[in-house]
Every structure is written in structure tokens, then in C-alpha cells.
């Protein structure tokens, strides 16, 4: 019975905390990139910021189980969820500057 309550409570902080992909706003071969494969970087980075705005939803489990049992948990979630959607969108705004550059 202990191990059980144990495994529990330990399952509930591990998926109490999303943690959605912080992607570095410069590459350091963004530079080197065709128009093809700028165009496939924004997509990536617009897939990753659409993570982040899911990872955000309240009604998520992983969220419910945070304000549940691990306020500061979640309070860091919703940091990180902000930080990974800004990151992403200034990427996306980095490669179409790049993008109107190379004239594509």
C-alpha cells in the first residue's frame, strides 16, 4: 500500500510539469539556409509554439494535477509555456526577415 501511494504521488509530479521546447531564436546556420529550408524552419517554429499554446490549457491533466498538488509547479509550467511560445514566435519572425532578405 505504501509503494502504491508512493508510486502515485510520484507519477503526479513527474507529468504535473509541461515542458514545451524552448527553441534558440538564432541559429547559427540560419544564415547559410535556402528559401526551402527557411520555409520548413518557420513551420517548425510555428509547430512549436502551437505546443506551447496547447501545454497552456488549464483543462490539461498535467495542469489540473499541478494546481492540485504543486502550486509552484504550476506557477514554473506556465513560465516556461510563456518562454517557449516567445522564443518561438521571435524565431519565426528572425527567418521571414531572412526570408524578405534572400528574396524569396
Request: a positive charge.
Amino acid at each position: 500500500m505504501k509503494k502504491n501511494l508512493i508510486f502515485l504521488v510520484l507519477l503526479i509530479f513527474i507529468t504535473s510539469c509541461a515542458s514545451p521546447t524552448i527553441v534558440n531564436v538564432i541559429g547559427p546556420n540560419d544564415n547559410k539556409l535556402n528559401c526551402e529550408e527557411l520555409s520548413k524552419e518557420i513551420a517548425l517554429a510555428n509547430k512549436y509554439a502551437d505546443e506551447a499554446k496547447e501545454a497552456k490549457k488549464t483543462g490539461k491533466p498535467h495542469n489540473i494535477g499541478a494546481i492540485l498538488f504543486y502550486l509552484p509547479g504550476y506557477g514554473m509550467t506556465m513560465k516556461n509555456v510563456e518562454d517557449a511560445l516567445v522564443a518561438a514566435k521571435d524565431r519565426a519572425i528572425h527567418l521571414n526577415k531572412l526570408k524578405e532578405k534572400k528574396n524569396c
